[in-house]
């Protein structure tokens, strides 16, 4: 089988636990799951499960610190099943734009049950508050991360960014949408790396890209679970909303701006590219 059909992730700029145990769990059981005939959407709706078994496990904070351990392999096994359906739909050949869309719905499914279980079992409003405006700072987040993500593989792969397909659903025409927000202000890039007479301005602007999102890969998925589970066993769950108001709005903030500079650097040297090629990294 193809390792290229397996991965697409760049290992540059995913998180340390995938590389080291996630995806390489994944891969061990995608023979398995292949032989089963089950389904990536199958796969994504049982990660949707294990991340709501994982979100009531971890609601016991108050009364059990087993149960925090429980929640936490419970997450890593929706983590694990997260990166398993791409593999099976990349296998399979069925990967598509409503498997993309119900893979979405079920990662932010997971976190919904997460956020409100906790909340009930602290029971304040202040509670509520602070999840309610964690919840909404963790969709921005999600948003520019997995948007910046998508956009640094295409430019590695040296594909065009994505456009509406008026063919699609409206709901999936709107998920896409959302998740392109970033590349609705990427014109002048665009036809930068298209207009080059070969890939090296766009694999000069990889190398210096990836430094950003290694930093704005602390907002994924695996990070939060992280937080969680140190946030319940140690019977604080705000510290997790805490955190994501914080640091994480800061990290966004930081990564983006970082991201951004870089992507004038290019804009304004686009008439000597031969310049931004030869432009040391640790200059930026």
């Known amino acids: 089988m193809n390792a290229t059909v397996l991965e697409t ?3 540059r700029i995913d998180d340390p636990t995938n590389l080291w145990f996630v995806h390489p769990v994944g891969r061990l059981l995608l023979p398995y799951f ?3 005939g089950v389904s990536a959407n199958s796969v994504s709706v049982g990660g949707l499960m294990l991340g709501a078994l994982a979100a009531g496990a971890f609601a016991q904070w108050a009364t059990s610190s087993p149960l925090v351990w429980v929640g936490l392999i419970l997450a890593v096994g929706w983590l694990i099943a997260d990166g ?5 739909a990349r296998a399979t050949g069925t990967a598509g734009p409503a498997g993309r869309l119900l893979d979405g719905l079920c990662d932010h499914g997971t976190f919904v049950v997460i956020y409100v279980l906790l909340a009930t079992s602290v029971g304040t409003v202040t509670g509520w508050v602070l ?3 964690a919840g909404a700072c ?3 987040q999600a948003n520019f991360y997995e948007g910046e993500r998508a956009r640094f593989h295409r430019r590695r792969d040296g594909l065009a960014d994505e456009t509406s397909d008026p063919a699609r659903n409206i709901v999936v025409q709107a ?3 959302l998740s392109s927000t970033v590349d609705r202000y990427d014109g002048a890039l665009t036809s930068i790396f298209a207009d080059a007479p070969d890939r090296s301005v766009a694999d000069a602007y990889i190398h210096q890209a990836q430094r950003p999102l290694r930093l704005m890969r602390l907002l994924s998925a695996n990070m939060r679970v992280y937080t969680v ?3 319940c066993l140690l019977k604080a ?3 997790f909303w805490w955190f994501e108001l914080g640091p994480m709005t800061g990290i966004l903030i930081v990564g983006v701006a970082w991201r951004n500079r870089i992507d004038a650097k290019f804009v304004a040297a686009a008439g000597t590219p031969a310049s931004i090629v030869a432009t040391p990294a640790n200059t930026l």
């Open 237 to 239: 769950p705000a510290l």
């Open 229 to 231: 589970f140190v946030a």
């Open 34 to 36: 292949l032989a089963g």
């Open 9 to 11: 992730r760049d290992r």
């Open 138 to 140: 963790h969709v921005l």
């Open 84 to 88: 398993l359906d791409g593999m099976i």
């Open 131 to 133: 999840a309610c405006s």
């Open 175 to 177: 998920y896409d949408r």
